[in-house]
């Protein structure tokens, strides 16, 4: 029983556009989200989280949006760089427990 | 400033074998955390210390131990590996038990025969 789905395991963008990391989930009583970036070979890297009272967060290139009526949240990123490709985890939290999603590999193609 | 640090990268058991993966960090944090992570998943919290002196259990503790035997450490203990427990370990610290801004360490790969 997935509680966090990440239903792309990959995607690849235009260097310059946008990419658009989607992630679904099914219990509405999460408290916040977040989304890690990680390289091969390295830990995850916390790039960005959004409170569940929030519809959107905003942090550089970087902006999560949230749907709760969908229960579904999104990562935009723009405009994509060589260096954002990585394997992107969107993650759930509910007090203490902490739900990852499988990852989506971002490919950026020049 | 090294962040956070795992020993060692890599280990090979054979089932039945036990042994400990060390975690370090130098940030002052109050939170430790332990994941594991399998191929094609996403991360698994196995046990966390909200902070120094205790430790509480996450999604998947059975057949591991921790210690938190500082501020600054946190140990994971295999008592009797298993081939299921063949996977990436990753440790993590944080300021406060928010999960908020995890730092994470490199990773250990353990396989165990």
């Known amino acids: 029983d997935q509680q966090v789905k990440q239903n792309s395991p990959s995607l690849s963008v235009q260097e310059g556009r946008i990419s658009i990391l989607n992630c679904d989930y099914t219990?509405?009583?999460?408290?916040?989200f977040l989304w890690y970036k990680k390289y091969p070979a390295e830990g995850p890297t916390f790039l960005i989280s959004?409170?569940?009272?929030?519809d959107k967060n905003e942090d550089g290139r970087f902006t999560v949006f949230l749907n709760k009526s969908a229960k579904h949240l999104s990562l935009h990123i723009v405009p994509s760089q060589p260096g954002d490709s990585a394997v992107y985890f969107c993650?759930?939290?509910?007090?203490?427990?902490?739900?990852f999603g499988k990852g989506t590999r971002l490919h950026i193609l020049p | 400033n090294a962040g956070v640090t795992q020993t060692p990268k890599f280990q090979v058991l054979k089932t039945g074998q036990s042994m400990t993966l060390q975690c370090a960090q130098d940030?002052?944090?109050?939170?430790m955390y332990w994941y594991r992570q399998d191929p094609g998943m996403g991360l698994r919290l196995i046990y966390y210390?909200?902070?120094?002196?205790?430790?509480d259990k996450g999604e998947v503790p059975n057949g591991y131990n921790v210690s938190r035997l500082n501020k600054r450490e946190f140990s994971l203990r295999l008592e009797s590996a298993a081939p299921s427990q063949t996977s990436v370990y990753f440790c993590?610290?944080?300021?406060?038990?928010?999960?908020?801004?995890?730092?994470f360490g490199p990773g250990t790969r353990l396989t165990v025969l």
């Open positions: 993590a610290s944080s300021a406060s038990s928010s999960y908020n801004e995890q730092f």
């Open positions: 219990n509405s009583m999460f408290d916040y």
């Open positions: 210390s909200a902070s120094e002196g205790t430790t």
């Open positions: 940030m002052n944090h109050n939170s």
């Open positions: 993650a759930a939290v509910r007090r203490i427990k902490i739900i």
């Open positions: 959004i409170s569940s009272i929030k």
